[in-house]
T-cell receptor, first 114, second 113 residues
Framework: AQSVTQLDSQVPVFEEAPVELRCNYS??????LFWYVQYPNQGLQLLLK??????LVESINGFEAEFNKSQTSFHLRKPSVHISDTAEYFC????????????FGAGTRLAVHP | DGGITQSPKYLFRKEGQNVTLSCEQN?????MYWYRQDPGQGLRLIYY???????QKGDIAEGYSVSREKKESFPLTVTSAQKNPTAFYLC????????????FGNGTRLTVT
């Protein structure tokens, strides 16, 4: 069975500082990896995904994540955060075989302070 | 614009009553899902449907029921058998292929007292 662990439930950071949100997963099969973002009282939006190829994937708003197979990690990073990045971030995995069924981590609340 | 519509946004019910949450999509997606979100627990899968007239239980299906009579609609009924129904419920859809991302609605917050 697959599982996802987000190591930090909350991450406070000052505006323009770098941030890393950590995600580790366990799986006996190959997986696809996703990061979703949720703003207050809204649904989740896809931020970025790793399916295959380059282990470094980027989003349009400056976030990036690196797939590390040996460490079974998919950490999310941004070199300089903005107040508008304040949200909850979810890491998710989907097994590469079988039906498309996402398994989510518990989420990390990113709070950006001025 | 295509998307997923969940209604209502807020819902209040008395304990012992069944309640149905609506989810409609106009993305022409084959697959639809219901997740429950509780603070500190992330999202947990309740039910999912790969195609019309077919659905499967997720990880926490007890106390819930669904139907999929139309491609665009996947209503969720929270029954009186659900022991702790107060939560934020999210509906999602996808084209159904193994690596396809999920598109989410804005959720319904259900409070049962």
């Amino acid at each position: 069975a697959q599982s996802v662990t987000q190591l930090d439930s909350q991450v406070p950071v000052f505006e323009e500082a770098p941030v890393e949100l950590r995600c580790n997963y366990s799986s006996s099969v190959s997986v696809y990896l996703f990061w979703y973002v949720q703003y207050p009282n809204q649904g989740l939006q896809l931020l970025l995904k790793y399916l295959s190829g380059s282990t470094l994937v980027e989003s349009i708003n400056g976030f990036e994540a690196e797939f590390n197979k040996s460490q079974t990690s998919f950490h999310l990073r941004k070199p300089s955060v903005h107040i508008s990045d304040t949200a909850e971030y979810f890491c998710a995995v989907s097994p590469s075989g079988g039906y498309n069924k996402l398994i989510f981590g518990a989420g990390t609340r990113l709070a950006v302070h001025p | 614009d295509g998307g997923i519509t969940q209604s209502p946004k807020y819902l209040f019910r008395k304990e012992g009553q069944n309640v149905t949450l609506s989810c409609e999509q106009n993305l022409n997606h084959d697959a639809m899902y219901w997740y429950r979100q509780d603070p500190g627990q992330g999202l947990r899968l309740i039910y999912y449907s790969q195609i019309v007239n077919d659905f499967q239980k997720g990880d926490i299906a007890e106390g819930y029921s669904v139907s999929r009579e139309k491609k665009e609609s996947f209503p969720l009924t929270v029954t009186s058998a659900q022991k702790n129904p107060t939560a934020f419920y999210l509906c999602a859809s996808s084209i159904g292929e193994i690596n396809s991302p999920l598109h989410f609605g804005n959720g319904t917050r259900l409070t049962v007292t």
